[in-house]
């Protein structure tokens, strides 16, 4: 994310063309003028509205699936609900980069939480209406997924822009904390015990906290624009796509996390969509305790989030990575190989802080090694291949329990996630990690 070079020692370095600034961009050093009190008050900021938008992401993620269950019995068709939320990763993620590194990142996340309040306002008309079959839930649900890869697209590009270098770590640790626990613990309890009092009351709770979230956002401080020079060309739309795409592809540690992490999303994926139908079918939960397993993923990110500091320091960055393999894979394997709510969220919790013990420290890293006026471009093809992958996990799972069985559709989802061992330990190397900058190192 700010100014660097390429890893000396890396067997594949980035050629300098790669991460240097895009051609209208001035170089600047990452979080310039910024003093402490200010970082951390970005800091409280940057986390206070991932908190929010998350738990009303958390809560509508679960209602829009429960809902279509309501409409179908169909895997593939209530799965399509999640593939519909992921999409946009995949279509538009590269497009998004290119506008988060041109304008406005602030006023980017506001324009993501108006277009978020448009599709609850239209989902809350159709339950008035009686009509919110699965055409409207598909249509709201891909509303919702645009505004939700500006949102994440635009936060990840601002943390090196008003935080300081020294205070990223922990910045990083407590914004994907907040987005794990808000999001999957939180927001699927409280959309349980919400659903419980009707649809409608628990997507106009959503609003509410969206609106909220856009309140917060004004006591961000820092440079929200990417430095420029006016008169200078910017290059096409598709040249700037290719910019990203090559800091993406040029350096072999980066490549291989978005590979990695293109899997374990699938992962993600899979288990998201076709948890709904785990939850009735296979599990005969409540809707409350359907939300207790969702929320076992929030508690092991929480407990991921409190501890990636010891963590690092006992396993070392790669043991850490590492163990997000092993919990994706628990998290996967735990429908396929048992009926037992606790057995279930057992490998949820597992999943949560494996995942977030990988999103603390890949973000970490790429803010080390990605000049920061490519931040928005870097992170869109990053999420291409992670995120991207979730609404093909999706579909792929929704296929998989059509035709095989959900049970079947997991094991093959738990394979997948063994299957990265090898090439995880063999290319995510100490010497490769070692060459990554300190954070309070750089200026």
């Not at 279509?91 to 996340?109: E, N, S, T």
């Not at 606790?342 to 890949?362: D, K, P, R, Y």
């Amino acid at each position: 994310m700010e100014p660097t070079k390429a890893p000396r020692s890396t067997p594949d370095p980035t050629p300098a063309a790669a991460t240097a600034p895009a051609p209208e961009q001035a170089p600047e050093p990452a979080g310039s003028g910024l003093d402490r009190r200010t970082s951390d008050r970005n800091t409280t900021v940057l986390v206070s509205f991932t908190a929010v938008t998350n738990l009303a992401d958390g809560v509508t993620k679960m209602v829009l699936p429960l809902m279509a269950t309501r409409v179908t019995e169909s895997p593939a068709l209530v799965s399509g609900v999640s593939l519909c939320l992921t999409l946009p990763w995949l279509l538009i993620a590269l497009h998004v980069g290119v506008l988060v590194d041109r304008f406005d990142r602030r006023r980017l996340l506001w324009v993501a939480n108006v277009m978020r309040l448009v599709a609850i306002g239209a989902l809350l008309a159709s339950i008035s209406g009686d009509s919110a079959g699965l055409p409207v839930l598909y249509a709201g649900g891909l509303l919702l997924g645009v505004a939700e890869v500006i949102a994440l697209t635009s936060a990840a590009a601002l943390v090196p822009s008003v935080v300081i270098p020294e205070g990223r770590t922990r910045a990083n640790a407590w914004v994907a904390g907040a987005e794990t626990v808000c999001n999957e613990f939180c927001g699927p309890f409280v959309g349980g015990l919400l659903m419980a009092a009707g649809a409608a009351v628990a997507l106009g709770s959503t609003g509410v906290a969206y609106v909220l979230a856009m309140i917060v956002l004004a006591f961000l401080a820092g440079r929200m624009t990417p430095g420029t020079t006016p008169g200078r060309p910017v290059g096409t739309v598709n040249q700037r796509i290719a910019e990203g795409l090559k800091v993406l592809w040029r350096h072999r540690l980066l490549r291989v996390m978005a590979f990695s992490l293109t899997v374990l999303a699938s992962c993600w994926g899979a288990w998201l969509a076709l948890m709904p139908l785990v939850a009735t079918s296979l599990l005969d939960l409540s809707e409350r305790q359907y939300g207790v397993v969702l929320s076992a993923l929030g508690v092991g990110g929480l407990v991921g989030a409190l501890t990636v500091g010891l963590v690092n320091r006992v396993l070392g960055r790669r043991g850490a990575m590492f163990a997000d393999l092993l919990g994706t894979a628990a998290m996967v394997a735990a429908p396929a190989l048992s009926s037992n709510m606790w057995v279930v969220a057992g490998g949820a919790f597992a999943g949560g802080m494996g995942g977030i013990l990988w999103t603390v420290n890949s973000r970490t890293i790429s803010q080390q090694l990605v000049d920061i006026g490519m931040m928005g471009r870097y992170n869109a093809a990053a999420r291409l291949f992670s995120w991207g992958a979730m609404p093909l996990g999706a579909g792929l799972g929704g296929l998989l329990a059509e035709w095989f069985g959900l049970r079947t559709a997991f094991l093959v989802f738990t394979v997948a996630a063994l299957l990265l061992i090898v090439p995880f330990l063999r290319m995510v190397t100490p010497a490769a990690l070692a060459e990554v900058p300190d954070p309070g190192s750089r200026p």
